[in-house]
């Protein structure tokens, strides 16, 4: 009888293993295999991007599509077992690669008749023919063909979040071995959902693209240049103004000129508001030049059109464009030396000032007090934009658009350029898309440091800032040192100096989450405020900080309860116009960030 039970045992685990053989260990073997081989293949459709042509790409895309749907065939051979998380977890998220794939394919069928228009190299001969005029009239054109196709890409890509959101990361370890498991699958689920956020909020603007560009009928712009070494709340000081008409994808000054030129142009300016009373040096009336107070660009544009309406150069317009120097920079990089009216632009360093030399050029035509009157002072900088927008759709898309488009999406997101639009289907796509300079909403712990410089020269050139962020349970201190190591500028009027580096004089906020209690604030040369603006509480202060030395803002205060702090996050939120801000963050005695503030950052504890 026990014969027969251990005999019975023996066949019972024979059957098993050759059922977990050829159920289990064959498949896995195999599924392996095949994802080596699409691992391969993926790295090899990376540099094939690299190369900008589309054949190519198609071709390889299809290759790896076969190879995939093998993986895809070579797992369905375990999806038994789907009852188990971790098979359920390779199941979704090779239905996400298979919708993203989709995706691909789609967007690859879609652009290819127009690929020159996008950088690729097929076509791109006929294009190149055609003068810069009409490659964006061409271009305009395809947009509105390209867009229909959005849709079903969008869905599928939809489709590849809803299944990888499924995946838990918490049932992963830390680590096997030496690889990071854990951590890789939160960042790449992480990034993939971004992704997905991305494109579904943009949908509604990437549609409307062509009429943006005034496919349909004829549009109107205001571009607002923000000089952010003078530093004011939504990026900088109101340097100069220029309007753009756009039809069909030609575009035309319709005017560039001094903003003076504008306040000039009102008869009857109100007078000045109580932060411009308190913390400007001699000024008593409301200009438009001073309107961007409010650290909320939307909110900057209402105070704006306050008064532009009663400038007897007012126009209707479908938007607002706010730039600051970067831009110009960043375009001179990539397309090399400019001339305007005779005057070279550069983005070389000039010694003179420890800044790009197109910057001091600007300063000089724009500041430096003369004997005669300057013709077209800061209308100059409405034709430099325009020359180099006309140098851009001058050279093969293949060569400079690719890097164009990059550089311009990384100054959306760093807020060199803040976007608002009429049109409220489109701004609230921006405003999703964080385009829009907004004062954001959120659950937990908030942070914004707003800085404006009130007749300080253009002492943001020259002053350093590292903030430090302490959170200790409900207890939060903040500290600012800010450092001008350079020598005071010739700020002699008379003599014509050139008045750059000055002691700067700085209205600062503090936005924390609304309910919280200011404990102390050391620093401060004027009387503290605090009070409740744009959902959140605003400690507020003001300070100098002299050439060749510093100055230190210490502020402590607590969280409101709202704040949970057993699942603590921190949103910091970047001031446009900032580009070197450093900071470190604490928690609980722990560094969680320390480096540049580039944009807005969610530090989770």
């Known amino acids: 009888m026990k014969n027969n039970k251990s005999k019975n045992g023996l066949i019972f685990i024979a059957l098993l293993l050759v059922l977990g053989y050829f159920f289990v260990y064959r498949p896995i073997v195999n599924i392996k295999a095949k994802a080596n081989i699409v691992m391969a293949s993926a790295k090899e459709m990376k540099s094939i991007f690299a190369k900008n042509d589309i054949e190519l790409l198609k071709t390889k895309l299809g290759d790896f599509s076969n190879k995939y749907q093998n993986l895809e065939k070579a797992a369905k051979s375990i999806y038994w077992a789907s009852f188990i998380p971790y098979v359920a977890d390779l199941k979704n998220g090779l239905t996400g690669g298979h919708y993203l794939l989709e995706a691909g394919k789609e967007a690859i069928t879609t652009i290819e008749p127009y690929a020159d228009l996008i950088g690729f190299k097929k076509g791109e001969k006929s294009f190149n023919e055609k003068s810069s005029e009409d490659r964006l009239q061409t271009a305009v054109m395809t947009l509105d063909k390209v867009v229909s196709k959005v849709d079903p890409i969008a869905a599928n890509i939809d489709l590849a979040g809803q299944s990888i959101a499924k995946i838990n990361p918490n049932r992963y370890p830390e680590k096997i071995g030496k690889t990071v498991v854990k951590g890789t699958i939160i960042s790449l689920k992480d990034q993939f959902s971004g992704m997905t956020d991305l494109f579904v909020n943009a949908k509604p603007l990437i549609k409307k693209l062509p009429a943006i560009l005034g496919s349909k009928e004829e549009k109107t712009y205001l571009i607002l240049y923000q000089n952010d070494k003078e530093l004011r709340a939504t990026g900088g000081f109101l340097t100069f103004y220029a309007i753009f008409k756009i039809k069909n994808g030609k575009i035309s000054i319709y005017r560039s000129d001094d903003i003076y030129s504008l306040d000039t142009s009102i008869g009857d300016h109100p007078k000045a508001p109580p932060e411009i009373l308190t913390y400007h040096k001699g000024v008593s009336q409301f200009y438009i030049r001073d309107s961007n107070l409010s650290p909320d660009f939307v909110q900057s544009v209402k105070l704006f059109e306050s008064l532009y309406q009663k400038s007897g150069q007012?126009?209707?317009?479908?938007?607002?464009?706010?730039?600051?120097?970067?831009?110009?920079?960043?375009?001179?990089?990539?397309?090399?030396?400019?001339?305007?009216?005779?005057?070279?632009?550069?983005?070389?360093?000039?010694?003179?000032?420890?800044?790009?030399?197109?910057?001091?050029?600007?300063?000089?035509?724009?500041?430096?007090?003369?004997?005669?009157?300057?013709?077209?002072?800061?209308?100059?900088?409405?034709?430099?934009?325009?020359?180099?927008?006309?140098?851009?759709?001058?050279?093969?898309?293949?060569?400079?658009?690719?890097?164009?488009?990059?550089?311009?999406?990384?100054?959306?997101?760093?807020?060199?350029?803040?976007?608002?639009?009429?049109?409220?289907?489109?701004?609230?796509?921006?405003?999703?898309?964080?385009?829009?300079?907004?004062?954001?909403?959120?659950?937990?712990?908030?942070?914004?440091?707003?800085?404006?410089?009130?007749?300080?020269?253009?002492?943001?050139?020259?002053?350093?800032?590292?903030?430090?962020?302490?959170?200790?349970?409900?207890?939060?201190?903040?500290?600012?040192?800010?450092?001008?190591?350079?020598?005071?500028?010739?700020?002699?009027?008379?003599?014509?100096?050139?008045?750059?580096?000055?002691?700067?004089?700085?209205?600062?906020?503090?936005?924390?989450?609304?309910?919280?209690?200011?404990?102390?604030?050391?620093?401060?040369?004027?009387?503290?405020?605090?009070?409740?603006?744009?959902?959140?509480?605003?400690?507020?202060?003001?300070?100098?900080?002299?050439?060749?030395?510093?100055?230190?803002?210490?502020?402590?205060?607590?969280?409101?309860?709202?704040?949970?702090?057993?699942?603590?996050?921190?949103?910091?939120?970047?001031?446009?116009?900032?580009?070197?801000?450093?900071?470190?963050?604490?928690?609980?005695?722990?560094?969680?960030?320390?480096?540049?503030?580039?944009?807005?950052?969610?530090?989770?504890?």
Not at 374 to 390: A, D, S, T, V
Not at 556 to 568: C, G, I, M, Q, W
């Open 314 to 605: 007012k126009i209707v317009y479908d938007g607002i464009i706010a730039l600051d120097s970067k831009i110009f920079v960043d375009m001179l990089t990539i397309f090399g030396d400019t001339q305007v009216g005779g005057i070279n632009f550069s983005a070389k360093m000039d010694k003179r000032c420890n800044c790009p030399e197109a910057i001091y050029t600007l300063f000089d035509i724009v500041d430096r007090p003369v004997g005669y009157v300057k013709e077209n002072r800061k209308g100059i900088m409405g034709e430099l934009m325009y020359q180099l927008f006309y140098k851009a759709i001058g050279f093969s898309p293949s060569k400079y658009w690719g890097k164009l488009m990059q550089t311009m999406f990384t100054n959306l997101y760093q807020k060199d350029i803040l976007v608002y639009f009429v049109d409220p289907e489109i701004q609230k796509s921006l405003e999703q898309l964080n385009f829009a300079g907004r004062i954001r909403d959120t659950k937990g712990d908030f942070l914004h440091i707003n800085n404006v410089n009130f007749a300080g020269a253009k002492s943001n050139m020259f002053v350093s800032e590292n903030v430090t962020s302490v959170t200790n349970g409900a207890n939060r201190e903040v500290t600012i040192n800010f450092k001008n190591p350079f020598p005071a500028s010739d700020c002699n009027l008379e003599r014509g100096g050139l008045c750059l580096n000055a002691t700067l004089r700085d209205w600062i906020r503090f936005y924390v989450p609304q309910g919280s209690k200011l404990v102390n604030f050391q620093g401060s040369t004027k009387q503290v405020q605090t009070y409740n603006s744009l959902g959140k509480t605003v400690f507020e202060g003001f300070l100098e900080v002299p050439t060749q030395g510093q100055a230190t803002v210490i502020v402590k205060y607590t969280l409101p309860s709202s704040v949970d702090l057993n699942n603590y996050s921190l949103l910091v939120q970047k001031q446009p116009g900032v580009d070197d801000q450093k900071l470190k963050v604490k928690i609980n005695n722990r560094t969680l960030f320390d480096d540049v503030l580039l944009m807005d950052k969610v530090i989770n504890k």
